[in-house]
């Protein structure tokens, strides 16, 4: 069955990094478009970045560009988000998305990764 795991969230200072993973199984990871998405509390899920099948024109929501770099291993079915000068404001459940390119809808979601900046 098609599944899609995050892994790599934690508590980091403010100023700090923190790389997160989301590992793809059970359909062509390789087809697919990734998203990272991220929820805080009391507040709705909004986009972070994208990166096409081919691994090319990442795109990010304004606030972490500069400081968040989206990337992916089709070989390893995994894309990562790789997220330095981190703020507390930054603090969200991560959520890593897979949708077909020929479709704005997501396919697939994973459960999410926690990450917390905190001095």
């Known amino acids: 069955q098609v599944q899609l795991v995050e892994s790599g969230g934690g508590l980091v200072q403010p100023g700090g990094s923190l790389r997160v993973s989301c590992a793809a199984s059970?359909?062509?990871?390789?087809?697919?478009?990734m998203s990272w998405f991220r929820q805080a509390p009391g507040k709705e899920r909004e986009f972070v970045a994208e990166?096409?099948?081919?691994?090319?024109?990442?795109l990010y929501t304004d606030s972490v560009k500069g400081r968040f770099t989206i990337s992916r291993d089709n070989a390893k079915n995994t894309v990562y988000l790789q997220m330095n000068s981190l703020r507390p404001e930054d603090t969200a459940v991560y959520y890593c998305?897979?949708?077909?390119?020929?479709?704005?809808?997501?396919?697939?979601w994973g459960e999410g990764t926690q990450v917390t900046v905190s001095s």
């Open positions: 990166i096409s099948w081919a691994g090319g024109s990442p």
């Open positions: 059970g359909f062509t990871f390789s087809n697919y478009y």
């Open positions: 998305g897979a949708r077909s390119p020929a479709s704005q809808y997501y396919n697939y």
